[in-house]
């Protein structure tokens, strides 16, 4: 904590500030600051008027119920999802919109108006319904970024089954313990989905997390490539297309209680078992429909494109749910930024004249050093409005990003949430917030966030601490699915009755949050969250490995790289193929997202005297830095040999 907060005093040396534009003021949706001022008074009334703004089949009865940690919002009604993404639209002339404009990376391109939408997600659900999905049943779904992956997710919604959608870069491993863990009887996968030119073999990592004893009965295979004809598993798995081919082209949405389970999505913990993060149905869907059209200041005819995958949280809340909430179009791109040449975002950005983009300070930086020219090649005239998301992005990515993507026209917007919270807490409202680089400035109105020492008093203008949540909120998580005592360790046991982030941040003098990164052992690799304990456990299942520890460097590009400690057991010689083997051996159990970058072999690790692994010693090591506090180790001179074998490699 210390140590992060030293490296943000650099970040709070700037200065620029952005004040809204005339021009964007003039059309914002939100232009009178005194929204915080009454939602502050009245976070129910506030959020309530949002639930409002939603089709429900019955109304609710109460706003809240809080028994702390357990959260229920707008108890007593019952709505659908599905409903309010699709059927509502189609009573006016949004039924010829565009709802999904999608991508393929080979450079095929399809539109899906919201009519469109309406059939192919009535068709799906019959074809669930015909294979005996039934409200409440789990469904997991692992897909590329194809159209049948929104549409399962929206179908799964409309008769009330639960989705766990599970990002395409996972492999079997990863696959086998969240469908064990959710016990899901049907997945959905495709035979394969296109990456830099090549083929993700997905029905291959899908069967494979299947094999031996499986809750999975049946697989349901979108065929996008062409590689599985052969892999088809009689009597299991069933095409999509032919499941769907003669089914009823309407289906009636499922009525479901406000608290009733939408989805779950599972994410990285401290502990190397990843968590079913539990969303339900009224709740989330304010939240989401709320900030979508307040923080991207969403208007009938705009063409708006998040660039994160479904696989992970942004996705499902910024491509699927929040802006077919709003009756948005939502532009999905299959594959790689950088194919076929570096410029394919802005090919795309020109091609359907996108007005809003919303990326990953990771994407940014990779821009920023791949050169200016490659976006001025495009015309970039039609955005508006740039968001940002995934971890904190640095005032130079930042004002690189307002301008050479931007124009110097578009505020950026840097919103700061995380799975758990379903719906972005902390962000700007273009129209009305003075922007900062590198801060995501304020809780967006009706959050109650606040900074805390170790001993809970809130540090107030210029202190940092820890970033919590001192009030429920409508799309917070219920729950870990199955493991209601870990929800309440994990997330509310630091303080009483508040939500603890795992967030370092600091607050300027104007009450601006800086957000400064975690303060447990998650670490954010190119926005994506790793827990280091999965992938210590996973180079430990290496039969030549007896101890690994991994941290988190800072990296000019992914913001943190994954680097790994590993003590090989007795007789091992320690190679350069052996460091290639380990780094293979993760991406292979875990997903190539957790492929370590570097690996150290060290002689012993440094612990305390109980044992415990001082991970911070390991950073200090690796980032190159004089070694902080080291009277608890065990034995001091394993640290000095690791510092003199590698401290001068970064
Ligand atoms: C980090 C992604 C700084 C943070 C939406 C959080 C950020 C974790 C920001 C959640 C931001 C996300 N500025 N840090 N704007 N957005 N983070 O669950 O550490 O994949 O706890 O959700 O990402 O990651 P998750």
Redesign the pocket.
């Known amino acids: 904590m210390a140590e992060n907060i030293g490296s943000i005093e650099a970040l709070l040396q700037e200065d620029r500030t952005f004040p809204p534009s005339e021009e964007f003021k003039k059309q914002a949706n939100i232009k009178d600051p005194s929204v915080y001022e009454e939602a502050r008074k009245d976070p129910e009334a506030f959020w309530e008027r949002f639930a409002g703004e939603l089709d429900w089949f019955k109304k609710w009865d109460t706003v809240l119920e809080w028994n702390p940690p357990f959260a229920k919002w707008f108890v007593g009604g019952q709505l659908n999802v599905s409903y309010n993404c699709i059927d509502r639209h189609l009573k006016s002339a949004r039924k010829n919109k565009a709802a999904i404009i999608w991508e393929g990376e080979p450079g095929d391109w399809a539109v899906y108006t919201y009519r469109d939408l309406y059939r192919e997600v009535c068709k799906f659900a019959n074809g669930l319904k015909s294979l005996g999905v039934k409200k409440g049943d789990r469904v997991t779904i692992y897909l590329p970024m194809v159209p049948e992956l929104p549409i399962a997710m929206l179908a799964c919604a409309r008769i009330g089954a639960v989705h766990s959608v599970i990002f395409g870069g996972f492999s079997a491993d990863s696959i086998r313990d969240r469908i064990e863990d959710s016990q899901s009887k049907l997945m959905i996968t495709a035979d394969g989905g296109y990456r830099r030119g090549s083929v993700v073999p997905l029905k291959q990592n899908a069967d494979e997390s299947i094999t031996g004893d499986t809750p999975v009965e049946q697989v349901v295979v979108v065929r996008r490539t062409g590689t599985a004809d052969a892999q088809m598993v009689d009597g299991r798995d069933i095409w999509w297309h032919e499941l769907v081919s003669d089914q009823p082209l309407n289906c009636d949405p499922e009525p479901m209680d406000s608290e009733d389970m939408l989805y779950m999505l599972y ?1 990285s913990g401290t502990t190397g078992k990843p968590k079913g993060i539990v969303h339900t149905t009224g709740g989330y869907l304010t939240g989401t429909y709320a900030t979508t059209k307040w923080i991207f200041d969403l208007k009938e005819d705009d063409v708006y494109w998040c660039t994160a995958d479904i696989g ?3 996705g499902h ?1 910024y491509i699927v749910y929040g802006p077919l909430a709003n009756g948005a179009t939502t532009v999905m791109y299959e594959g790689s930024p950088d194919y076929p040449g570096r410029d394919r975002f802005w090919s795309i950005v020109e091609k359907y004249a996108c007005t809003i983009l919303y990326t990953a ?1 990771t994407a940014i930086r990779t821009f920023m050093r791949w050169g200016e020219d490659l976006p001025e090649s495009h015309d970039m005239s039609s955005l508006r409005l740039l968001g ?6 640095n005032p130079e990515a930042w004002v690189w990003y307002w301008k050479n993507i931007g124009g110097g026209r578009c505020p950026v917007v ?8 379903g719906s ?1 807490l ?2 700007p409202l273009p129209g009305i917030t003075t922007l900062k680089p590198g801060s ?1 400035t304020q809780a967006f109105p009706g959050i109650d966030a606040e900074i805390l020492d170790e001993a809970g008093n809130s540090v107030g203008p210029g202190g940092g601490g820890y970033l919590v949540i001192k009030k429920p909120w409508p799309s917070m998580l219920r729950n870990i699915y199955g493991d209601p005592e870990r929800f309440q360790e994990q997330y509310w046991s630091k303080y009483e009755n508040t939500y603890f ?3 370092g941040a600091k607050l300027d003098e104007d009450s601006y949050f800086w ?4 303060v447990d052992d ?1 670490i ?1 690799v190119a ?3 790793v827990s280091t304990m999965e992938v210590e456990s996973a180079l430990v299942d290496n039969p030549k490995v007896a101890e690994a520890a991994c941290i988190g460097r800072s990296d000019e590009i992914k913001g943190q790289a994954i680097v790994a400690f590993v003590t090989v057991k007795e007789n091992i010689n320690t190679s350069d193929a052996l460091i290639t083997e380990l780094k293979q051996h993760v991406a292979t159990k875990i997903g190539p997202i957790c492929r370590p970058d570097d690996i150290h072999f060290a002689a012993e690790l440094p612990k305390t005297r109980s044992g415990k692994i001082m991970r911070r010693l390991l950073r200090d090591v690796a980032e190159g830095r004089a070694l902080g506090d080291t009277t608890t180790l065990a034995d001091p001179a394993v640290v000095e040999s690791l510092k003199e074998q590698y401290g001068d490699e970064d």
Do not use: K, M, Y
């Open positions: 994410t992970w949280v942004t809340s300070p940002s998301v995934g971890e904190p992005i840097d919103t700061w949430w995380q799975t758990e919270t972005i902390i962000a995501a982030t795992g967030d957000l400064l990164g975690r998650v954010n926005a994506h969250r």
